[in-house]
């Protein structure tokens, strides 16, 4: 699998060529079926959400438009967030609930939130904007209900662009001013930014051009370059590409979409999931023994009701088998972190929420002079294990009352059985001797897709919205793990690195490796299906044991569906505890001299 640090640049060109452009058809909720304009896109996918961007024109012979060129038509964005800047031509926008109204013309610049019902009437003879959707994963506490207009002239306080690159540390390139600041579906942040002579940057020479590497550190972005000119190059290839005003500019955080296998039919006739695990210091005595019995599934007796997830055979099964889908993930590395690779030997390591314990197992038989520690809540792991191993159950929110200190810390699924993350990567800083590593592998609830194939109807969204919201009301959410990079390096960790891998739902992608994972992950997933949800939805959500019988058949329907291109992110993130060690940040170099819309 490539590695998902590596930066994609998409270019897109105002003036592309006719063949290019297509007819703009979308859904609107209230209306059905509309066609209005043309459309060509210079980017189609993001890698921490669904992002998209290109140009729409309207003219008088574009679809939908009436008799003297003009248009009229409703768009309510039902796609996600967008962001547009008009090009050419004018156009009055009414927010339908409240009656406000916009003028807009070339240089305006027009943030709608998702589901905002507009009704546009576009002024003949032709009208062009560029746009930007973000379609995120979690909805706003407060949505928007109204547009925010501004223009490319506004003249607003600009503030010196400070950021951080994993590399250089602390750079200044240019100055900006935010537009918008926030999302209906996520995180999205808009506005304008511009370097120049006199202005703000770290390299910056005598007639205003400035060199700066970027890897996108906020995300992913696209741009839309207002003047002046600029040549990127991708650090990773070499690759150079150059663009001019009225260009569109898409640089990834991470990987590219994976590809469908056209050739694999939609047919249903394989298998899938998800898990996790959990950990403190206890000797294991009767009351351990005890499991408790539900729903005809056993769970863990200590700390009853701490950990939703089975700790039976059928669950014991489906771990062993998901940690096989982990070093297919990763070319069979049990871990990526640089630990034991930079000059600190390992001497002991922990692993938590260890599970049937394979994992440790594999880590003590690849480093025979390491001691290392496996903790869980059930005591399910086999005794048969190498000499330099040893299991606990131990609940490992509590103080860690172990005798060492640690070279590495692993923790592998645990999305859903921690109420306080940053507490333990707290007691991971404390328990880990200088210059040593903890890492982190999880899964991103819920599943998504890059096409647009999975609905927001779905069975398979409700089902995640559903363990979501349970997770959440037990304080133990489970859909945490793009924030474990922030958290860590909130600790005090440094050299803190993410990387994002996909595990398909199905056997959908082309290529094959990732048609492997989804062959594997399917498998994972529908074992997973029922021990993810049965204690969630009956015990928390209140459910009866038959409506979520009902609601899983249709859900294992979904997760076979080859038509359906999901596929669940996998995090991986690690840091280490203060003293010098590489990062291995992928970026791209910039020279600029001009204006851009981001």
Not at 110 to 119: A, D, H, M, N, Q
Not at 146 to 155: K, T, V, Y
Not at 269 to 277: A, F, K, M, P, T
Request: glycine share 10%; hydrophobic share 35%; with cysteine.
């Amino acid at each position: 699998m490539a590695q998902p640090t590596a930066h994609v640049i998409h270019g897109g060109k105002q003036a592309s060529p006719n063949n290019t452009w297509t007819n703009f058809e979308w859904e609107e909720p209230k209306l059905g079926k509309q066609v209005h304009g043309e459309i060509t896109t210079a980017r189609a996918f993001g890698t921490s959400g669904n992002l998209s961007s290109g140009f729409w024109r309207t003219g008088a012979t574009s679809p939908g438009a009436n008799s003297d060129g003009s248009h009229n038509l409703t768009y309510s964005s039902p796609l996600g967030d967008e962001t547009a800047c008009i090009i050419d031509g004018s156009a009055t926008l009414t927010v339908v609930s409240t009656g406000a109204k916009y003028q807009v013309g070339p240089g305006s610049i027009i943030s709608s939130p998702k589901g905002l019902e507009v009704y546009w009437e576009i002024d003949a003879p032709f009208f062009k904007k560029y746009w930007c959707i973000w379609n995120g994963t979690k909805a706003a506490d407060n949505l928007p209900t109204d547009l925010l207009i501004g223009n490319i002239s506004d003249s607003p306080d600009w503030v010196d662009y400070n950021f951080t690159e994993p590399k250089e540390g602390d750079l200044v390139a240019g100055e900006l001013y935010f537009i918008r600041n926030g999302g209906s579906t996520g995180t999205m942040l808009s506005g304008v930014w511009r370097s120049g002579k006199g202005i703000a940057g770290s390299d910056l020479d005598d007639e205003g051009t400035m060199t700066t590497p970027y890897t996108g550190v906020l995300g992913d972005e696209t741009i839309l370059l207002l003047e002046g000119e600029v040549d990127v190059t991708e650090t990773d290839s070499g690759k150079k590409h150059s663009f001019r005003a009225g260009d569109a500019i898409g640089l990834t955080s991470v990987a590219p979409a994976l590809q469908v296998d056209e050739e694999a039919g939609n047919d249903t006739d394989v298998d899938s999931s998800l898990g996790s695990e959990t950990s403190s210091t206890t000797s294991i005595t009767s009351s351990i023994l005890k499991y408790r019995q539900e729903n005809g599934r056993t769970f863990h007796a200590y700390k009853d009701g701490q950990y939703l997830m089975p700790n039976d055979e059928r669950e014991q099964d489906r771990l062993d088998l998901q940690h096989h889908l982990f070093l297919l993930t990763f070319s069979d590395k049990l871990y990526l972190s640089p630990a034991g690779q930079d000059g600190h030997k390992i001497h002991n390591a922990l692993d938590v929420g260890t599970g049937t314990g394979l994992w440790a197992t594999d880590f003590a038989d690849e480093h025979p002079d390491t001691s290392v520690i496996g903790v869980d809540l059930s005591p399910i792991q086999s005794s048969f294990v190498p000499p330099n191993l040893s299991f606990q159950v131990d609940d490992i929110e509590e103080d860690w009352t172990f005798n060492v200190k640690f070279d590495f810390v692993y923790c592998r699924m645990m999305s859903g059985g921690l109420a306080d993350w940053s507490g333990f990567f707290k007691r991971a800083y404390e328990n880990i001797v200088p210059g040593g590593w903890v890492e982190v592998a999880d899964i991103l609830w819920p599943m998504t897709s890059d096409d647009g194939t999975l609905k927001e109807d779905s069975a398979t969204l409700e089902w995640a919205s559903k363990i979501i919201e349970g997770t959440k009301l037990i304080g133990r959410p489970c859909d945490g793990a793009s924030k474990y990079k922030e958290k860590l390096g909130a600790q005090g960790f440094q050299n803190v690195q993410e990387k994002i891998f996909k595990w398909p739902q199905n056997t959908w992608p082309k290529d094959a490796k990732h048609k492997e994972l989804g062959a594997w992950h399917l498998e994972n997933s529908i074992s997973a299906l029922e021990s993810t949800s049965v204690a969630v939805f009956t015990r928390v959500l209140g459910w009866k044991k038959e409506e979520v019988d009902v609601l899983l058949a249709k859900v294992r329907r979904e997760l076979k569906d080859r038509s359906i291109h999901s596929y669940w992110p996998i995090y991986v993130v690690y840091g280490q505890k203060p003293e010098d060690a590489g990062v291995h940040a992928s970026q791209t170099s910039w020279n600029w001299l001009g204006k851009k819309l981001f």
